[in-house]
């Protein structure tokens, strides 16, 4: 038996301001906050980016420069996306206590490009996850779909029973329940290596 860990990313990992991210797309497009909602924030756009249906970065980044009605450069958009993002090292210790019992995996809701660039904009997971950073549109549908968590179980070939999540977003962890997996509501970093630690010793 292999236990596999499941994580999202921001706001469980990484502290996530949003808000800090929409004042630079301000400053580089010249639309207020509202106007990028209204652009590109919305499930014909960013959340259709977390389902997969860009094919990559590139696609992605075209369509977004044409919501924006201006060029935004790869660099800018990964530059602003990951000035948003700080590391909580609990939470990292967590995970590295994670990767001792089982494999660990990321799944977070971003999309092409995103995941193109997800070592430059967290680059603290790469030492912990290696190889296993994947964005929702990697999977082709974005949480809270139970579609998402199946496809995260059957490409590591393994049962719900032995896959645990962690995710600040009560809906998401309600969708991971509901095909079997062992759902964490992120709290707090010692309340997620508790229930590590809770999980890996039900499955002993």
Same mark, same amino acid.
Request: charged share 25%; net charge negative.
């Given at each position: ?54 094919? =990559?970065? %590139?696609?992605?980044? @075209?369509? #977004?420069?044409?919501? !924006?009605?201006?060029? $935004?450069?790869?660099?800018?958009? +990964? ?77 590591? =070939?393994? %049962?719900?029973?032995? @896959?645990? #999540?962690?995710?600040? !977003?009560?809906?998401? $962890?309600?969708?991971?329940?509901? +095909? ?25």
């Amino acid at each position: 038996m292999s236990l596999l860990f499941i994580f999202d990313m921001d706001d469980v990992l990484y502290d996530y301001n949003w808000r800090v991210r929409m004042a630079g797309m301000t400053e580089l497009t010249g639309h207020s906050l509202d106007e990028l909602r209204r652009r590109w924030w919305h499930e014909n756009g960013e959340w259709a980016a977390e389902a997969g249906e860009f094919a =990559d970065a %590139d696609e992605y980044l @075209a369509a #977004f420069c044409a919501a !924006m009605g201006c060029d $935004v450069s790869e660099s800018d958009w +990964v530059r602003i996306r990951a000035g948003a993002m700080t590391p909580w090292p609990a939470s990292l210790a967590a995970v590295r206590r994670a990767s001792e019992l089982g494999t660990v995996t990321l799944l977070t809701n971003n999309g092409p490009m995103a995941h193109r660039h997800i070592r430059t904009l967290a680059p603290d997971l790469e030492e912990l996850f290696g190889e296993h950073l994947f964005t929702s549109s990697h999977y082709g549908a974005r949480k809270p779909n139970p579609v998402v968590f199946e496809r995260v179980i059957a490409a590591y =070939d393994t %049962d719900a029973a032995d @896959a645990f #999540f962690a995710d600040d !977003m009560q809906v998401n $962890v309600d969708g991971a329940r509901s +095909v079997g997996v062992t759902t964490y509501h992120f709290g707090t970093p010692e309340g997620m290596l508790a229930a590590i630690e809770e999980f890996a010793a039900s499955r002993a």
